[in-house]
């Protein structure tokens, strides 16, 4: 069986591993407060060029979204999400579990823009509504679109303009960053977003992202809300470990490199699934292909691929979903494309 389902369904790349093994009979104070997570939050503030920023390193993407949100916001405040959106459609309603209404704005292709924002905005009216007061996006988004700096500057100015939070869920952050056509920097990113993170489970890591805190509102007893919320790991350390062993290096770091990687092979199963006659249900970007194929030729693949049929297109067809890893090979991507 040759996966195509998701980026993280393999274990860790064997650098990391090395990583984790070289420093495991080494004693440390446990929730973070360890030299390896000092040294990889200095590490990350150097990236960004924010030697202020706070860092936290946090266990996987649903407790980053759900901590750094409900932190943010008051009872009667709510977060504005693209109807894609990861906290919107995948993570089993843990905002509202927590009391913050998530506005779901519709969009073309997963890219929030102004004018949506201020769409939802028209919902608001006195106390007796919501005060929408974050905006969630992801970058790239959940259908693999990659914000340009235009697109992300106009849609800082906008939150700025009306007092909105900007949190950008970086879980594939990296692909986002190498995609050919990126004009994007993290230090860009970091002069427009209120708070990011850095996600490492999806590119190469066991799990593990970094999140960074830009706006000293967002700071007020953060490591409470993350004990609250149970995602305070005990042994804190393995994942600055597991992210110093990916960041080293800058543009040449692994992280970078495996996202390259990535994309690069996503790039030659699109255009061979082109060239074998099939149609791309939205234009392709990063690591995720998405591919209108009959229903029961989907059935048959499955038999030797495992992947996402991600919706029905029409009664006959359906969309798949394609996810190149780390860890997928060129002969995982000509088989593919053998079979089909």
Not at 233 to 258: C, H, M, N, T, W
Request: proline share 4%.
């Amino acid at each position: 069986m040759i996966y195509f389902r998701s980026d993280y369904s393999l274990g860790a790349h064997p650098k990391i591993m090395e990583a984790l093994m070289a420093t495991n009979m080494e004693h440390t104070d446990g929730y973070c407060l360890d030299h390896f997570s000092d040294e990889t939050a200095d590490m990350i503030r150097e990236w960004i060029g924010k030697p202020d920023a706070k860092v936290y390193f946090m266990v996987g993407g649903t407790p980053t979204n759900t901590v750094t949100i409900s932190s943010a916001l008051r009872p009667y405040e709510g977060v504005i999400s693209p109807s894609t959106g990861h906290i919107y459609v995948h993570e089993t309603g843990s905002i509202e579990a927590n009391g913050h209404r998530v506005f779901s704005a519709p969009t073309e292709d997963g890219k929030l823009r102004p004018a949506d924002v201020e769409k939802v905005l028209l919902h608001h009216e006195d106390e007796h509504t919501v005060i929408p007061k974050m905006v969630y996006i992801t970058h790239p988004t959940e259908n693999g679109g990659v914000y340009t700096k235009a697109e992300l500057t106009a849609l800082s100015q906008c939150c700025r303009k009306h007092g909105l939070l900007l949190y950008m869920d970086g879980a594939r952050i990296g692909t986002a960053l190498t995609w050919p056509t990126n004009d994007l920097s993290l230090k860009e990113i970091a002069n427009l977003v209120d708070a990011f993170y850095i996600g490492g489970t999806k590119i190469g890591a066991l799990f593990g992202e970094a999140l960074i805190l830009l706006n000293d509102s967002l700071d007020d007893h953060f490591r409470y809300m993350i004990k609250r919320q149970c995602a305070l790991l005990a042994k804190g350390r393995l994942i600055p470990v597991q992210l110093k062993a990916l960041f080293e290096g800058g543009e040449d770091s692994l992280y970078f490199q495996l996202s390259r990687h990535e994309n690069d092979l996503a790039i030659k199963l699109a255009e061979g699934v082109q060239g074998a006659g099939y149609k791309l249900w939205i234009p392709h970007q990063t690591n995720q292909v998405f591919v209108i194929m009959p229903n029961d030729q989907i059935a048959e693949l499955e038999k030797d691929f495992f992947f996402y049929t991600w919706c029905p297109y029409d009664e006959d067809n359906s969309v798949i979903r394609l996810v190149v890893s780390w860890g997928t090979t060129e002969d995982d991507v000509m088989a593919f494309l053998k079979a089909i």
